[in-house]
């Protein structure tokens, strides 16, 4: 019923000759047809009552179209299937030829597989791994930082504005005695020091009182937005109508408590911890990263464009969500599909390259997925994310969800492997990243 022919293109490329039977193909074309009459307007004939013959005359090319769609379709899965051929991207049919009643259909399509490698050089390897040290000056810079995310202000009883406070202003601006267009707000609360205004504006508003009225002068900037403003001096009339100071809480027990710590020793000690296992983790990270650098380099191959463009995909989807948990989003950083995805290929390939070969080197050193270890995943994802074993584990019956899981545990393992096999040497940081560090183990407190 169906001849098909495998030709291997490339390490990442396979072709496809297909020829599908007469008989096959004269089922799909009757098949053809008969959707065709149900809906053939021809003068003369009623719908559905149009002999074939007449339909052969006047709708013979579409249905030689329609029945190449289905032919194709239920013969390249099977193909695929039959061949043990697993596409990692669309197949694309190359070349296809008429089909014809009482004539084989023929059909060629190319294929994109994942590329089947034997990996090299990957025990021995020399490693670099820079040397975590604390710095308990940390604790201190996240417990200001906390205190000062709890700021707020309120109406001081100064009676003159300073830099830091916030004023409440109306406002309206003038060029050449006329107002212009956005030029005027009331109500608006300004920050003194933010530099959030045309400069200098926020300098003459220090030491203003309540209810006094003043003319602010001002030159916009040649670079300014507004091409009819930029470079124009422009008089401000600003009535200061409130003043308000940040009021920060003191950094106590009291505070503590409010971030769920027992008490602010307490709340020290989570910090520092947190703030050493993001540290650890980060070099932990670069060490695996410089592993994976060391085997690539080790191990060239091309990998399919459609596995690249499926790991962009992911990578995108995974960065959009931590946006839009902070409430931004692709747009508001200045990117689009088309500019995320030419910032971070270079990052997909390399990806896509370490996922095949720690692949292969776990079926070459025959590292296995105990049960016991997708037990102990489950267990860990239930304690990390406070969500109920059973729930969790019910999660993972879809087999697709099983099927991540297991492969994120070989990859683990072979690369804790890995790690066991080469020399690594610590060294200095360059650039340390204890700040940044901080930060995070912070917002997770």
Request: aromatic content about 6%; proline content about 3%.
């Given at each position: ?153 309120e109406v001081t009883s100064r009676k003159k504005a ?138 060239p191959f091309e990998v399919p464009g459609g596995m ?138």
């Open positions: 019923m169906m001849n098909v022919t495998v030709e291997v293109l490339s390490p990442i490329k396979k072709k496809l000759c297909l020829e599908i039977a007469a008989d096959a193909v004269a089922v799909e074309l009757e098949n053809a047809y008969k959707k065709i009459a149900k809906t053939a307007d021809i003068k003369g004939f009623r719908k559905g009552k149009v002999p074939k013959n007449v339909l052969k005359q006047h709708y013979g090319p579409r249905a030689q179209y329609d029945a190449a769609g289905p032919l194709i379709n239920n013969s390249l899965y099977k193909a695929l299937l039959d061949n043990k051929i697993e596409a990692v991207s669309q197949p694309e049919v190359v070349q296809s030829g008429v089909v014809e009643e009482g004539q084989p259909f023929s059909y060629e399509v190319e294929v994109e597989v994942r590329p089947e490698i034997v990996a090299k050089d990957y025990t021995g390897l020399e490693l670099e791994k820079e040397k975590f040290t604390f710095d308990e000056s940390v604790v201190e810079q996240q417990l200001e930082q906390m205190a000062n995310s709890r700021m707020q202000l300073r830099d830091g406070d916030t004023v409440v202003i109306d406002f309206e601006g003038f060029i050449d005695d006329a107002p212009f267009e956005n030029g005027s707000a009331k109500d608006f609360e300004l920050a003194l020091g933010s530099n959030s205004f045309i400069p200098g504006f926020e300098d003459q508003l220090v030491g203003m009182k309540r209810e006094q009225e003043k003319d602010v002068e001002v030159t916009f900037p040649e670079g300014y937005g507004s091409k009819e403003l930029a470079g124009k001096p422009a008089t401000f009339k600003v009535l200061v109508k409130e003043i308000k100071e940040k009021n920060i809480p003191e950094i106590d027990d009291a505070l503590a408590k409010e971030l769920d710590a027992e008490n602010l020793d307490a709340l020290k000690e989570q910090i520092k911890a947190n703030a050493i296992a993001q540290g650890m983790q980060q070099v932990d990270g670069q060490l695996q990263e410089n592993l994976m650098n060391a085997l690539i380099e080790n191990n690249v463009e499926n790991q962009l995909h992911h990578l995108k989807d995974s960065f959009t969500q931590k946006l839009k948990a902070q409430g931004m989003s692709l747009e508001m950083l200045g990117m689009n599909d088309e500019t995320f995805a030419k910032t971070y290929r270079d990052m997909a390939v390399q990806q896509v390259k370490g996922e095949i070969l720690l692949d292969a080197i776990a079926a070459q050193e025959e590292i296995k997925v105990e049960e016991s270890a997708v037990e102990e995943k489950m267990q860990t994802f239930a304690d990390d994310s406070d969500i109920p074993l059973d729930q969790v584990q019910k999660y993972f019956e879809n087999q697709q969800a099983l099927a991540g899981l297991k492969a994120q545990i070989l990859q683990e393992k072979v690369t804790s492997f890995l790690l066991d096999q080469s020399v690594v040497t610590e060294v200095e940081p360059q650039q340390p990243e204890l700040e940044n560090s901080a930060d995070s183990a912070a917002e997770e407190s």
